[in-house]
């Protein structure tokens, strides 16, 4: 790969030995990267919550945090950020221990030039340069570091054709990350076909997924192609499955075991092929003990899941979809694009946004038509939010509790440091109960720092 190539290219160097910390960014500089350091495994974790890199080197051999357990750490977090090893006590065992927990290379101290310059080029030329540019490609509007991060594991995805479910609060956009795993994929160039399987009536919503024979019920006034049919060749996107019938989810988990359906009426069974993503903004495992949603089919749709973070833990795209969304009025109406004052951006960031991303979009809307200049200000903008926030449909009892006690936990464990113990303590609850609460909302204590 040519230094041209690798311009923009982003590696973040971790070593406790600030010499030669210096003197390997200085080398590495002068290839074309952008390079960031850091002493220690603790701060790069640091720095990866709220920036995107292209490959980490790090030493293996190093205080609190060695370079396996900062691997460990990476692979659950960010697992398609390659990690390339630096250990002065190389040895035969350590690199293949190395390479069996996915280290992308191995490099014996000290480090050859050229074979950590050939690594890093491999490493940027497999995985991809500039996850903004996954970004770009997929149509969703990002610089949050979580969510860049989440389109490079969209990226690996793609080209596979394990079933992927997205969970989310509703607004967060599940199907334009359905969408963009559908572009990187082997299929992009088939159809991508939606439905949302809580806005038909389940009486009907069989025949959308599978059609229909002429006179197969009252109203079938001839035969109809089902969505798994126009789907052939692509993928089809199942969003809100929590709210599908639990009849019907016995007749797609059998689609999804036999690749085959049958429309309302008919005798023979039509053979599919139609990559599956699916969404929800329910907790499944809870509709599953509520007898509300089938285990089997759960495990069959959820080989790969990723989840969408709210737009309040997500504050740094709050603007850029703003003046996304003002730019993309502004074309649409063929009129000069109206732009917030200071002020009216930073109400519209420190807003909490309970109906996410799609809430966002709507108060854009509103204010951009309500503002006869060019320049939107924060009385309008305050205005809209508060209008728009009556409308925002309120959650259940069940589920306030349960994110008021989440909200709860994560703060605690805030406070205490991610200390367990600590946060069990502020809580006044034994630490057996405070970590059954942990567990009961899947919280990642290791994130929280």
């Known amino acids: 790969m040519s230094t041209e190539q690798n311009q923009g290219a982003r590696i973040l160097l971790v070593d406790d030995d600030t010499s030669l910390l210096k003197l390997l960014a200085i080398r590495i500089e002068s290839k074309g990267y952008q390079v960031t350091t850091c002493e220690s495994g603790m701060a790069a ?18 205080d609190e945090m060695d370079g396996m357990a900062l691997h460990r750490q990476l692979q659950s977090r960010y697992p398609a950020l390659p990690v390339i090893m630096m250990t002065a006590h190389g040895s035969i065992p350590d690199a293949v221990e190395a390479t069996k927990q996915g280290i992308f290379a191995f490099l014996t101290k000290p480090v050859d030039k050229d074979e950590l310059f050939d690594s890093l080029a491999k490493a940027i030329e497999i995985h991809g340069l500039g996850a903004d540019e996954n970004s770009k490609n997929s149509n969703i509007v990002t610089r949050s570091g979580a969510m860049l991060h989440l389109l490079e594991q969209v990226k690996l995805l793609g080209p596979t054709h394990v079933n992927v479910l997205i969970s989310g609060a509703s607004g967060t956009g599940k199907e334009l990350l359905a969408n963009a795993i559908h572009q990187y994929s082997h299929a992009s160039e088939g159809p991508f076909v939606a439905i949302n399987c809580g806005a038909v009536p389940g009486e009907l919503l069989e025949s959308e997924l599978f059609g229909h024979k002429k006179g197969a019920f009252t109203g079938a006034v001839k035969d109809h192609q089902g969505l798994f049919q126009q789907a052939q060749g692509g993928t089809l996107f199942l969003d809100e499955i929590g709210d599908m019938p639990l009849n019907l989810q016995v007749k797609l988990l059998r689609v999804l075991q036999e690749k085959t359906i049958r429309p309302v009426g008919f005798q023979e069974e039509i053979p599919i092929d139609v990559r599956i993503v699916s969404a929800t903004h329910k907790n499944l495992p809870d509709a599953i003990a509520n007898q509300q949603f089938r285990e089997d089919l759960y495990y069959r749709l959820n080989v790969v899941n990723l989840k969408l973070p709210p737009l309040r833990e997500r504050r740094e795209d709050v603007s850029l979809l703003a003046q996304y969304f003002s730019a993309s009025i502004a074309k649409r109406m063929n009129q000069k694009e109206k732009r917030f004052t200071n002020d009216a951006m930073h109400a519209l960031v420190r807003h909490d946004w309970p109906g996410n991303i799609r809430q ?37 009892l069940n589920d306030a509790k349960k994110e008021f006690e989440r909200d709860y936990v994560i703060n605690t464990l805030k406070m205490a440091g991610g200390n367990v113990a600590e946060g069990a303590k502020l809580a006044k609850r034994n630490r057996s109960d405070f970590y059954k609460l942990i567990k009961k909302h899947n919280i990642d204590v290791d994130n929280i720092i």
């Open 45 to 62: 974790l640091q720095l990866l919550k709220n920036n995107v890199f292209d490959a980490v080197v790090t030493d293996l051999r190093m």
């Open 360 to 396: 966002l979009q709507n108060v854009v809307e509103q204010v951009v038509a309500l503002t006869p200049g060019e320049v939107i200000s924060v009385q309008l903008v305050e205005s809209a939010l508060n209008s728009n926030e009556s409308n925002i449909e309120p959650l259940s």
